[in-house]
């Protein structure tokens, strides 16, 4: 079974920028479409950032242009650089490899905490 162990949240101030990282066990990770994920207080998780296997990237429209994936296979890691911090960005951040049908494929990670306030 693979574990996700999501890091690298905290505390930053509007418009600062923090890099999350997401390190998967298993193997075959090169092999998935990995996603970033978040979850606010009162709402539903969303995807907010995908990169395929070959690397192609898509991002939601409230962070396209400030957020950037990116993966290193050799580390079985994935990785979300969050530039241009804006308090709705705030939320419970977490990554997973999403199915076709947008429902994900392995359990869930304890997600890593990101709170935008000054």
């Known amino acids: 079974q693979v574990q996700l162990v999501e890091s690298g949240g905290g505390l930053v101030q509007p418009g600062g920028t923090l890099r999350l990282s997401c390190a998967a066990s298993g193997r075959f990770f090169s092999s998935y479409a990995m996603g970033w994920y978040r979850q606010a207080p009162g709402k539903q998780r969303e995807l907010v950032a995908l990169i395929t296997s070959l690397n192609s990237t898509n991002y939601a429209d409230s962070v396209k242009g400030r957020f950037t994936i990116s993966r290193d296979n050799a580390k079985n890691t994935v990785y979300l650089q969050m530039n241009g911090l804006k308090p709705e960005d705030a939320a419970v951040y977490y990554c997973?490899?999403?199915?076709?049908?947008?429902?994900?494929?392995?359990?869930w990670g304890q997600g890593t905490l990101v709170t935008v306030s000054s």
């Open positions: 997973n490899a999403p199915r076709l049908d947008m429902s994900v494929l392995w359990p």
